[in-house]
């Protein structure tokens, strides 16, 4: 535990560091930037089809003038809002100063020589501001909007208001468009100096008046949307707030608020999402995160939401005014019993001449139409949709015009939709032209219509490319019916979003042939908008157009068009889509478990191992944050974690490399002289110093000295002696050292070693042969080496030959001697068998010399030769060895031919058939190398042997051992 201090210091000093930042919101800028990066790699999500914008766009201002407009050019939203039976028209527009009278040039001709009264002189210059308001008052779905202006960080004094403010703001109170509270109430939360509000006018003829605030972060991006501020005695509900309030009938007064932790709306019934109270998480000043959907309009053309060009509501309003009236004299004709629908036509034309909703003209022209339609109804209802339009006129007696019996089956098919969406709304036009359930038939023989979009191309390139004139004309009529066939059905499917009633009854319709869309039409994402289209819809109107004033930046954009963001907070109430942020406890929990993981866990991984898992806990937390975040809207910090890992770890880095390198060079400094490289490692890895004793364990003990090295005393100088051995040794050692092995000691010439201490290593015993059969092969380079050399050495030099013995086994190693010295060595008897094996391969004639434990061991990867089953000197368990030749494959060509012939003599020779055996071994004797210094090997060893036992047999008992009588 102690030695975990210094890790524990580290890790849980920069978690408290962040702590600290984290509890005092130091690090929110990067934070932020991280949750953008979330937005963004959730992308767009699909939004509620009810709330849209109204924009002012750059055709719109390119239509109607530059910005400012005049505040009558507003009026046509205004009247859409009402005949189009939206939810809401808010403007993100405010009417802060009155607009001046401007004699209109259509009243210039009403003025004559007559003296006029002071009010007829009035009416010549009409005031905007009534007009709107009376407008807005006949609508009763409109909003206002106005600005506050924010406490700055030195907070100042309430300032001072004018008259009309004072005025202004009175009729909000009057008109409860704002919550009384105390002045000492709601301290941390949004705090204004100074209003503007909008005319008077304007606020009493309004639905709801309401602040249009946008809050943006330091680096200028808005992420949160302000739901309420305070300004004196008052807290003000934001527009969205509002909207959304008015959406379920809930009063601003019945809100709970506790800033810090959340908006609680009651509901009075249970939503669409089973929420029978809508609680928002908001912090203190009262901010609520928004769920942005995406972007304005992608590179695809998708757009958040539903996006309405100010020009394109004002040529809707033009183009469908005869189905807005339509659909008025529908709704008077069941809004009295009297009136009987349709029926009573004369009550039903007084009804629609007293509401002066259009010209005398127009009403009766829409009633005549609107009586035949509801007689056709009637009958296709009665018949279930399955009696022709000729069978219609035949029941009533009349001659069925074709006129008429388009009217009939486009009623007939606007029933047969309204049945289908009922039952399945998300049924396709494509799926009841191709199932033949709608009336329609193609103008082409024997046609069988496949989809519906292909229908109108096969028609429309027909059209183009026939050169019969009447059947020309005959296609181009059937692209019109196709058209308003996709009209009639877009009308029915949007009626059937809320239900059709009663008063929307019959299902028939004027027909409209401009094609009025909304969308991308280069990038095919546009669609056609139908009456209906705005039924129920809650538009934010404001500007949208590059250049304006009111963009701004968002997660998906750097410059988005604000009156989005309302949208986008009204979208994030009513969707149930809420970011809930984890709180400052549950991160500051998570950095010091993150601490703690460091400290015990992480620190006592290796380097690359560590950072590996650094790493991998780094992309584990993030994936998990951004996974969380897409699909459950939580908000996971990643700055604080993610730092608090990277810099943890990089400080445990920092202090393990600071104190490896000073206990490195102690361990060198202290022990390099006498103890391997590995070794130090070893202890460095393990922390533990050298101290005296032992462990057991199973290892490769190795042997090798020079052959007859005393007579190399004899003919070199002590000096040269020494420079021939410090070369050999440094030679030898090296090659030791590559293969993992452990130098023990120097005896003289000597090089005792082992393998598999104190590194273990699997594969100890080939480790040991390979260095063995490389100490050979670089002998023979330094053999040939010094024989290039000429007189510089004698002749014993050049024909230097070192034995090696390789033995595997249970031993003991580690440090032995004294408390202030002493030396990494191994001992047992698997190190005696060794040393013997290396000693007594001389008597074989042999270089390399194995015991049959390492053998077995190697046995697939190296070339042998089986020598004996022998009782070495000084043992009394015999042991089978064996000369060790090359790892497998790459034996020399003499080898391949003595192996063969000389087992096939040791198998005779332990069968006890002596002049096979002797035969054998001397052919293979014939084949041996013999060099200077070679003085007998393995075959005449056994020839002389065998001879023995040929004229003193051993007996049948015999075991095969041979005991050895020297080393």
């Known amino acids: 535990m102690q030695k975990d201090y210094p890790y524990i210091i580290i890790s849980f000093s920069v978690a408290v560091v ?7 919101g130091l690090g929110e800028g990067l934070e932020n930037k991280l949750l953008d990066l979330r937005f963004l790699n959730r992308g767009k999500i699909e939004t509620r089809s009810d709330i849209a914008t109204l924009d002012m766009d750059a055709k719109s201002l390119q239509v109607t003038g530059r910005w400012p407009w005049s505040r009558e050019k507003h009026i046509p939203s205004i009247l859409a809002a009402k005949e189009h039976g939206m939810d809401a028209l808010a403007f993100d527009i405010f009417f802060i100063e009155r607009q001046e009278r401007k004699l209109e040039f259509e009243n210039i001709s009403t ?40 406490q700055p960080s030195k907070k100042m004094p309430i300032k001072k208001r004018t008259n009309d403010k004072e005025k202004r703001l009175q009729i909000l109170k009057e008109k409860k468009f704002y919550r009384q509270i105390s002045p000492n109430e709601y301290e941390t939360v949004n705090d204004f100096y100074d209003i503007d509000p909008p005319v008077d006018e304007l606020i009493k003829s309004s639905k709801g008046t309401y602040f249009f605030q946008t809050v943006a972060e330091d680096d200028g991006v808005s992420r949160r949307y302000p739901l309420f501020g305070k300004y004196e005695d008052g807290l003000f509900p934001n527009a969205g707030l509002a909207l959304a309030l008015d959406h379920y009938n809930v009063s601003f007064n019945d809100v709970e608020i506790i800033p810090g932790k959340h908006l609680t709306i009651p ?11 809508i609680e928002i998480p908001i912090d203190k000043r009262g901010l609520m995160q928004v769920n942005w959907a995406g972007q304005w309009e992608d590179e695809n ?70 009586a035949m339609a509801g007689q056709m109804e009637s009958y296709i209802q009665k018949t279930n949709n399955l009696n022709t339009g000729e069978q219609f006129f035949e029941s009533m007696g009349r001659k069925a015009k074709p006129q008429m019996i388009k009217m009939y089956n486009e009623i007939k098919n606007a029933n047969i939709i309204s049945k289908e969406l009922f039952s399945d709304s998300n049924i396709s036009l494509n799926d009841l032209l191709t199932s033949k359930k709608i009336v329609f038939e193609a103008p082409i023989k024997g046609y069988s219509i496949s989809s519906f979009e292909k229908l109108k191309r096969d028609v429309s390139s027909l059209s183009k490319t026939t050169k019969d004139k009447n059947y020309k004309k005959i296609l181009k009529k059937s692209l019109v019916e196709i058209s308003q066939l996709e009209r009639t059905f877009l009308i029915v499917q949007n009626l059937n979003k809320h239900s059709i009633t009663d008063q929307q009854r019959p299902l028939y319709f004027f027909q409209n042939k401009d094609r009025i869309t909304v969308g991308n039409i280069k990038k095919n994402t546009a669609r056609r908008i139908v009456p209906f289209e705005f039924h129920k819809k809650k538009l934010l109107y404001g500007l949208t157009a590059a250049g304006t004033s009111d963009l701004g930046s968002q997660p998906f954009n750097g410059s988005y068009p604000m009156v989005g963001l309302h949208a986008n907070a009204l979208n994030t109430i009513l969707s149930d889509i809420f970011i809930t942020r984890t709180s400052k406890l549950i991160v500051s929990i998570i950095l010091l478990f993150l601490a703690a993981l460091l400290a015990f866990g992480i620190q006592r991984l290796s380097p690359a191992i560590g950072g590996i898992a650094v790493l991998g806990l780094i ?71 050298p101290e005296l004793g032992g462990e057991e364990g199973y290892h490769t003990a190795f042997f090798t000295d020079i052959q007859s090295f005393s007579a190399f005393s004899e003919k070199l100088s002590a000096s040269d ?42 594969n100890h015993e080939l480790m040991a042969c390979r260095t063995a059969i490389k100490m050979q092969e670089r002998l023979a380079v330094l053999r040939q080496q010094w ?27 580690g440090n032995m001697g004294s408390e202030s010295r002493m030396n990494y060595t191994m001992m047992g008897d698997t190190v005696n068998l060794a040393a013997r094996l290396e000693s007594s391969a001389k008597q074989y004639g042999v270089y390399i010399q194995l015991s049959d434990s390492t053998y077995e061991a190697v046995k697939d990867q190296v070339v042998v030769r089986a020598l004996d089953f022998v009782r070495v000197m000084g043992k009394t368990e015999p042991v089978k060895v064996f000369e060790l030749i090359s790892e497998k494959g790459q034996e020399p060509e003499p080898y ?49 042997r065998c001879q023995n036992f040929k004229a003193n047999p051993p007996g049948d008992d015999w075991d095969g051992v041979w005991t050895q009588t020297s080393k």
């Open 111 to 150: 003025i004559n020589d007559s003296v006029l009264t002071l009010k007829e002189v009035k009416n010549l210059f009409p005031d905007p501001d009534i007009d709107v308001a009376n407008a807005a008052e006949d609508a009763g779905n409109i909003y206002f909007g106005y600005t506050f202006f924010p």
């Open 787 to 813: 024989q290039e050399e000429g007189d510089r050495w004698p002749e014993i030099v050049h024909h230097m030959q070192n034995r090696i013995g390789i033995n595997t086994g249970k031993m003991v190693t």
């Open 301 to 370: 053309g998708n757009f958040d939401f539903t996006h309405y060009p100010y020009w394109v509501l004002k040529k809707f309003r033009e183009t469908e005014y005869d189905n807005y009236v339509m659909a008025s004299v529908k709704k008077i004709a069941f809004s009295d019993s009297t009136l009987q629908g349709a029926k009573n036509l004369k009550a039903l034309m007084r009804a629609a001449f007293k509401a002066k909703f259009a010209s005398k003209k127009d009403v009766i022209k829409t009633v005549k139409q609107l």
């Open 18 to 24: 962040f702590i600290f930042l984290t509890l005092f």
């Open 896 to 944: 391949k031919k003595i192996l063969p012939i000389f087992h096939e003599g040791l198998e005779n020779y332990f069968k006890q058939d002596w002049d096979k055996a002797i035969e054998a071994f001397k052919t293979a004797d014939e084949l041996e190398e013999m060099f200077p210094g070679r003085k007998t090997n393995p075959s005449r060893i056994y020839i002389p």
């Open 267 to 277: 509901l009075p019934y249970q939503d669409e999402h089973g929420r029978d109270a």
């Open 619 to 689: 992309i584990t937390y993030t994936t998990s944050a951004f996974w969380v975040f897409s699909n459950y809207y939580l908000w996971l910090d990643l700055f604080a974690p993610i730092a608090t890992v990277g810099l943890g770890y990089l400080g445990i880095t920092v202090y393990n490399y600071i104190q490896e390198e000073k206990n490195k060079q102690f361990l060198k400094s202290s022990f390099g002289t006498y103890i391997s490289p590995e070794l130090i490692d070893e202890m460095y890895e393990s922390g533990k110093e």
């Open 721 to 762: 002696l020494v420079s021939l051995l410090n070369d050999y040794l440094t030679e030898m050692t090296d090659i030791l050292m590559e293969n993992n092995g452990t130098l023990d000691k120097y005896i003289g010439d000597a090089i005792v070693a082992f393998y598999g201490a104190p590194l273990d290593l699997k």
